[in-house]
């Protein structure tokens, strides 16, 4: 499992150090101040029971998106949203194009379907033909786009060539659109522009507006009766009332949007084409808010160790499928945050 | 499914109509100031994950129960701390002592048990000889304690029969304590005080505390490889941050949890004899925060109504195992709100 941040509470408290932690892609800036004057505002709302039905909650996200309400399911993270994906759908098979995220392949054995992999190309790149030769008789097909660790990002022609051919054969395809709000321009490449009844997409509302701990995902399908088995299968009222504040407030927020968008789109040309000035590494072109970089003289866990002493958490990629030893995943923050990695980097790598 | 307050929103949504919510057992001092204060101060913790393994939320807990951290396993709200425990037993059957809370069977049900009832008697007291004797092939059994609907309390040493008959045939008691605080001198009564390897008891952090929207409930048992199988089975960061921040701060509360013992204390009664001085209705002497009514001369859905039209909201409890269509459920809350309840209870019945 990506443990993400987690590390940073075992570091703590097992070694009493703190780092700066780029093991996790979170949005450096920050909590909306949007997001506290609700909660400060709407305190006395936390003594009901959530809606169960998410209604208004479902609204914002439905506006947000230019969709129908009735497209809209909310969970308790994008975790829970994956989870009752995988446990929703009538299939036998799962195939996930990797190198990717490994909560896929958890959801999917845990709902006790089976799950094959197919590989990207070795510079990451996805090509769809020899993707649709691959498939037999896995029934959905799971995509992170832009993909976890690699930063790659599909373009809405070829997600569409899949999920054309997807649906004339009865199929079904998963995209995590997790990180897709960090794409420049994303409005106009997101699958939800699609129309396709087969796609599913999976968003996770607090990575973009750094709210992590406070779990909302979201996922939008024109597959109404897909929607309605998830709401068999699920436990009622796991978004919580914080979640529902944050949801109705925080997609409002242009100001922090715009900020926000233009952090990233700057500060991801910086830092990657410093990370390039490096001798000892390869680095991925990103499109998103985290950069895979390859260790040409060195391991991933050894790496990752002694980045911990110059007081950087790094995200040793090894364990990504496909993956070897060589592959660290580093998150972008801003210029000040930045520097410091890089001047870590420099460190361990002449020392 | 037992809607508690979801109702509120529909009511509001589809009829335009704000009342006064007696289906709802939640404590009505609200929401605690120290938790108010304690989310202000830590909002930039949000923007980390929560820990994977909860360690200090976990220590409050362990520390406000007089137990060890390594017996607790939190959820997000007691539902998902119930329907892990179904999922992670090795049982075929479950048996349910009924009339109570629906979800019980829900969760054993989705998680493939098979689920029969035991009868409670007819004045709601439990004959644990009846029970035993009732047991055949079901391997865990469930109780509510204090029960919900009939807010009535099994004494620690009925319980422990129940736990030691059961333990000699290798089968698990299940107890849900989500309202044992709202009992006087509950310290003293709680199932946590046993010792025995086969009892899980769940309880529901955020009624006694008035936070049902931050969604935080835990288990306390001794059975380290059942908790060990949770762990695998379950998604990770389901507790929320801000529930985080609840347990680790309102549990300290000392001020708040003293006033709440004294209200309940005292309205408890009060609301009680009261509700005895009407003429149609027999009333369930309650131990807890909620009180079940039988109807003389009316049924619940249409009293329901009636009672929406006074601007109360009162829980039909028809639709619980065993009691037929006589019967409601209303909450205690400050003597302000339940001397306007009565009010409308008068207005309703004398119509």
Redesign the interface.
């Given at each position: 499992?990506d443990?993400?941040?987690?590390n940073?509470?075992?570091l703590k408290?097992e070694k009493g150090i703190e780092v700066l932690?780029y093991s996790?892609n979170?949005?450096p800036l920050?909590?909306p101040e949007s997001f506290?004057d609700a909660?400060?505002k709407n305190?006395?709302?936390?003594?009901?029971?959530?809606?169960?039905?998410y209604?208004e909650l479902r609204q914002a996200i439905a506006k947000y998106n230019d969709c129908s309400i009735e497209n809209i399911v909310v969970g308790?993270?994008a975790?829970?949203v994956l989870?009752l994906y995988m446990k929703a759908i009538a299939a036998k098979k799962v195939l996930i194009i990797a190198p990717t995220f490994a909560?896929y392949e958890r959801a999917a054995k845990?709902a006790g379907r089976d799950v094959k992999f197919f590989p990207l190309s070795k510079d990451f790149s996805l090509n769809e033909n020899l993707l649709l030769d691959f498939i037999t008789d896995e029934e959905v097909v799971v995509i992170c786009n832009p993909n976890n660790p690699t930063g790659k990002f599909q373009k809405l022609e070829k997600i569409e060539k899949i999920a054309n051919a997807l649906e004339k054969k009865g199929k079904k395809l998963f995209i995590d659109e997790a990180f897709v709000e960090f794409v420049d321009g994303w409005e106009e490449k997101t699958a939800a522009l699609l129309k396709h009844k087969n796609i599913f997409i999976l968003r996770a509302l607090t990575k973009f507006f750094?709210?992590?701990?406070?779990?909302l995902g979201y996922g939008i399908t024109l597959d109404l009766e897909l929607l309605e088995k998830i709401k068999e299968?699920r436990?009622?009222?796991?978004v919580?009332?914080?979640?529902?504040i944050a949801g109705k407030t925080m997609l409002l927020d242009k100001k922090y949007i715009r900020e926000t968008e233009e952090w990233i789109k700057e500060e991801k040309i910086w830092f990657y084409q410093e990370l390039l000035k490096l001798d000892k590494v390869e680095v991925s072109p990103t499109e998103t808010n985290f950069i895979l970089v390859k260790l040409l003289e060195d391991n991933a866990k050894s790496f990752r160790k002694k980045m911990i002493e110059a007081g950087v958490l790094v995200r040793d990629a090894s364990n990504f499928m496909f993956l070897d030893e060589s592959y660290i995943r580093l998150a972008i923050k801003d210029r000040d945050k930045n520097q410091k990695v890089l001047d870590a980097l420099k460190k361990v790598m002449e020392a």
């Open positions: 499992m443990l993400h941040g987690g940073i509470y075992k408290r932690d996790s979170i949005n920050g909590v506290k909660v400060i305190f006395d709302s936390l003594e009901r029971y959530p809606d169960i039905d209604t308790n993270g975790t829970e989870f909560e845990s750094a709210l992590p701990g406070v779990r299968i436990e009622p009222w796991s919580n009332g914080v979640a529902e």
